[in-house]
């Protein structure tokens, strides 16, 4: 259980790498609003923008601490607790907007992936 509950730990930090640091000014069809970049997205949310700062620093840590918790275990529960956090602000911010729900399923595998990274490690670790 121990590999899955790892490969799931690099699939996290890598896609939330991918979206903060390399595809952050690229459009997706899953921003919320008709946010063509991050930082349009977090202005569609009526949020401020130092917010987008804040998550996006949150996020490239949970991402660093997913991958030292290959090697320091104890990193990942409390990453994985904080990235619940937010990706249900972010569904809620894509409730908010009433985009449709496909924009939210990104936010919403996020935050399942990192529940189930949670129920593994405590129950089969």
């Known amino acids: 259980m121990e590999i899955v509950i790892q490969a799931l730990q690099v699939i996290v930090a890598l896609g939330l790498l991918n ?29 401020p923008a130092f917010m987008m700062y804040v998550v996006g620093g949150l996020k490239v840590i949970i991402a660093l601490a997913m991958i030292a918790g290959l090697w320091i275990p104890a990193l990942v529960i409390p990453a994985a607790v904080v990235l619940i956090v937010l990706m249900a602000g972010a569904f809620a911010m894509h409730l908010k907007v009433k985009d449709p729900f496909k924009k939210s399923i990104p936010a919403i595998l996020m935050l399942d992936t990192a529940i189930f990274i949670i129920v593994l490690s405590v129950f089969f670790t």
């Open 19 to 47: 979206v903060w640091l390399i595809r952050s000014s690229k459009s997706t069809p899953y921003r919320g609003g008709d946010a063509q970049t991050i930082s349009e997205e977090f202005a569609a949310y009526g949020l």
